[in-house]
């Protein structure tokens, strides 16, 4: 007789609900933020898994010393933490989602403090649902949310009204009063940090499940590529260039359309990173990105980055996020569109061309549609066109 051994998958309403509860009251408790990232990750396609190393700088940005150092650890994957002074556990609450660690000696206001640790998650059988869709043979695509966020963090709270009352919660607050003195100081979008500097190196598999090579890729310029021990390794560095605290880690099966585009300021390389099947919509995209540089260019601010990558990911998930000069884009909604009839509007089109405007602008998290572009709905095409050196709304 056999048996099968069962583990329940941890949802959102099995330890959401007690991380709120537990944890909120750290919400606003004076923390450093993050000033730099420095990660060397390696993805194995094969297994669906990867591991690797980061190394944050810390800075004390408040007023008054700091003692203790708060971690939250969504996804149980961060393991091994280290401060570069001495340290102890003060507490940790199940499966170390939030744990607080004191430092011997109290981070003085502007003082830096170097935190290292592991970061990694292991597929291992399979799952009756909940399994993770950023974890793929070929189209891995996981984001900052696997290493470790300093301090409270809201985005983990239940935020179904309706949820929120079974489970006796009070509503939430999205957005702090005017004036609120903690509020007035904290990124909207990355509350444990403000700008960064940010580096990494990733490689991936050399000969992965179908025995072919993946590209990885991460924000920033490629420094260097090089084949180590069965491994395809890239080094990538944004340079000066300070970024928002989000970024995240691609690879894939991908052949690259490259095309060079004369920008307001500097050359910018379009790059679109689709499977070999893929190539429907891929001139689209170069020239929408094109149009949309054109109009952004002339109407805000030179575009800030030397290249704008657009990289297909599988369609287990059906949105688009932009990070500083890399954007993730499902094939569902841009790499497998046909368009049958003249009148049907070019969605691929008109989204990479919303995308190509200064993110400087717009949070990469939080895009929305430029105003401009609702005028662009009474062009068949739904587009902006570039003509010549400036860029008009038909």
């Known amino acids: 007789m056999s048996s099968t051994n069962t583990l329940l998958p941890r949802t959102d309403a099995t330890y ?17 933020k993050v000033i730099a990232v420095d990660a060397n990750i390696n993805i194995y396609p094969e297994r669906r898994s990867f591991d690797g190393t980061g190394h944050f700088v810390l800075q004390n940005k408040a007023s008054q010393p700091i003692r203790q150092i708060h971690i939250t650890n969504q996804f149980q994957s961060v393991s091994n933490v280290q401060f570069s002074r001495p340290f102890n556990v003060e507490s940790s609450s199940p499966r170390n989602l939030y744990t607080i660690y004191e430092l011997a000696t109290k981070l003085a206001p502007g003082d830096k403090l170097d935190f290292n640790f592991n970061v990694g998650y292991t597929s291992r059988g399979f799952k009756d649902g909940n399994d993770r869709p950023e974890l793929a043979y070929s189209g891995t695509f996981f984001d900052s949310n696997y290493f470790p966020t300093i301090g409270y963090d809201n985005s983990i709270e239940l935020d179904d009204p309706r949820r929120r009352r079974e489970e006796h919660l009070p509503d939430q607050e999205f957005l702090p009063h005017r004036g609120d003195p903690v509020g007035t100081v904290t990124n909207l979008f990355t509350p444990n940090s403000d700008w ?27 420094t260097r590529e090089w084949h180590e021990n069965g491994r395809h390794c890239f080094s990538y560095d944004m340079g000066d260039v300070k970024t928002l605290d989000i970024y995240a880690f691609i690879s894939a099966r991908y052949d690259v359309k490259r095309e060079i585009y004369q920008g307001a300021a500097n050359p910018i390389a379009i790059e679109v990173c689709h499977i070999p099947a893929h190539t429907y919509d891929a001139d689209d995209m170069i020239a929408a990105s094109k149009a949309g540089l054109a109009c952004y260019e002339i109407n805000f ?29 499902s094939e569902g909604i841009g790499f497998i569109v046909r368009l049958e009839k003249p009148t049907d509007i070019d969605f691929t089109y008109f989204c990479h061309s919303a ?21 662009a709905l009474r062009n068949p095409r739904g587009v902006l066109r570039a003509d010549g050196d400036e860029a008009k709304i038909r």
């Open 16 to 32: 959401k609900p007690g991380y709120e509860r537990d944890w909120k009251k750290y919400e606003n408790f004076p923390q450093p």
């Open 196 to 222: 960064i500097t940010y580096r990494t190196t990733v490689s991936t598999s050399d000969s992965d499940s179908e025995g072919q090579s993946q590209i990885a890729i991460s924000p920033g310029y490629l």
């Open 301 to 329: 601010s030179p575009f800030q980055f030397r290249q704008y990558r657009v990289l297909e990911f599988p369609r287990y998930r059906t949105f688009a996020q932009s990070f500083p000069n890399t954007i993730p884009f």
């Open 355 to 375: 995308r190509a405007r200064p993110p400087v602008l717009c949070p990469p998290t939080h895009r929305r549609t430029c105003r401009r572009l609702k005028h």
